[in-house]
């Protein structure tokens, strides 16, 4: 490369210099700038360099130089992440089960590249999280491509959807793809879920991501728009626990006031709760949920601080299920 076509290149690899070896309180000199070029062939003079870094300020990627005694030093001080939030990042990426280790570890590399060399080293510290259980592929990545292609296309998506054998195996119960409308995509309790619209009884429906396979775009346009015109998916989250599916009700509670915060924390503001004044160490709490026998789960697991008032068919179920349990143990 001919040395007037090289010097073209300056800005280019100053901003790299930058973004790697400077943050807020880490600086470079002029010597280490004229060196780092010459390590790239290019040999410049200070006036070059003070007229690469005009450039760079003028297109907004800001080079700050700070006099000190015998010159100045130079920095780029704002990061487009804060090393607070490249850890939060990459902790992310570590604790997710639906990446393998291979992938986490070069996700995290990304995220790295993305600070400096400073940020960096802190941040392997959260590399050890990698040695968490994680699923057998990648291929909730790519389906989460097809799903949002398909959602931006306003087209209906097919795919195979499988369950656990007891060999340990993902297979499909029916052979059969199944076809359904996409609308939204939540992670819940580090699982991806499709939310979408379709099915034998056209109605709300949510897959686990990762049990997805074989996902394709296709002609149909979307149906159930109406639904989800008005459509909460956080309301919806929380209603749903585990995302197991079933009726919706508005479920009343008797609860013990030392597991008010459980059923904040569940649901937020919108948990209807007054106080018993009949038993002052009690709560009525109301709920939307959908009744399913995880939510029962749940209000088994809070044992005798928790009594369901109504209405009686949820009482009746839950009754149900707690008999045919407990069935399995008569001796």
Same mark, same amino acid.
């Given at each position: ?34 060196? &780092? ?119 209906? $998506? ?12 993902? %297979? ?24 979408? &619209? ?52 508005? %479920? ?10 459980? &059923? $904040? ?11 018993? &004044? ?54």
């Amino acid at each position: 490369m001919e040395k007037s076509e090289s010097k073209k290149l300056i800005p280019l690899y100053l901003e790299r210099l930058f973004l790697e070896e400077t943050d807020e309180t880490h600086y470079i000199r002029m010597p280490q700038i004229l060196s &780092f070029l010459e390590t790239k062939g290019i040999y410049a003079d200070r006036r070059t360099i003070y007229a690469a870094v005009s450039l760079l300020n003028t297109i907004g990627f800001e080079i700050v130089g700070v006099q000190e005694k015998g010159g100045y030093k130079y920095h780029h001080p704002s990061k487009l992440f804060r090393a607070s939030e490249l850890k939060f990042l990459v902790d992310s990426v570590a604790a997710s089960k639906f990446l393998t280790e291979k992938k986490s570890k070069e996700l995290i590399n990304k995220i790295k590249s993305l600070g400096s060399k400073f940020d960096g080293q802190s941040l392997n510290r959260s590399v050890l999280l990698n040695k968490r259980i994680k699923s057998m592929n990648d291929k909730v990545l790519r389906n989460l491509d097809h799903i949002y292609a398909a959602i931006a296309a306003d087209r209906q $998506i097919a795919f195979q959807y499988l369950h656990w054998n007891p060999q340990r195996k993902l %297979v499909s119960k029916t052979g059969k793809p199944y076809v359904t409308s996409p609308y939204a995509v939540t992670l819940v309790d580090d699982r991806y879920y499709l939310i979408a &619209f379709g099915g034998s009884r056209q109605e709300l429906r949510h897959y686990r991501i990762d049990k997805m396979q074989s996902v394709k775009p296709i002609d149909g346009k979307r149906e159930g728009r109406s639904l989800f015109q008005s459509f909460d998916i956080v309301d919806y989250s929380r209603k749903t626990f585990g995302m197991f599916g079933g009726k919706e009700e508005t %479920v009343r509670l008797e609860v013990k006031n030392d597991l008010a915060g459980v &059923f $904040i924390d569940r649901f937020g503001e919108s948990a209807g709760i007054r106080p018993n &004044f009949k038993t002052p160490d009690t709560f009525f709490a109301r709920i939307t949920v959908h009744v399913s026998p995880q939510f029962f789960a749940w209000v088994f697991g809070l044992g005798e601080g928790v009594k369901i008032l109504s209405p009686e068919t949820v009482i009746d179920e839950y009754q149900k299920m707690i008999e045919k349990v407990l069935g399995r143990y008569v001796r």
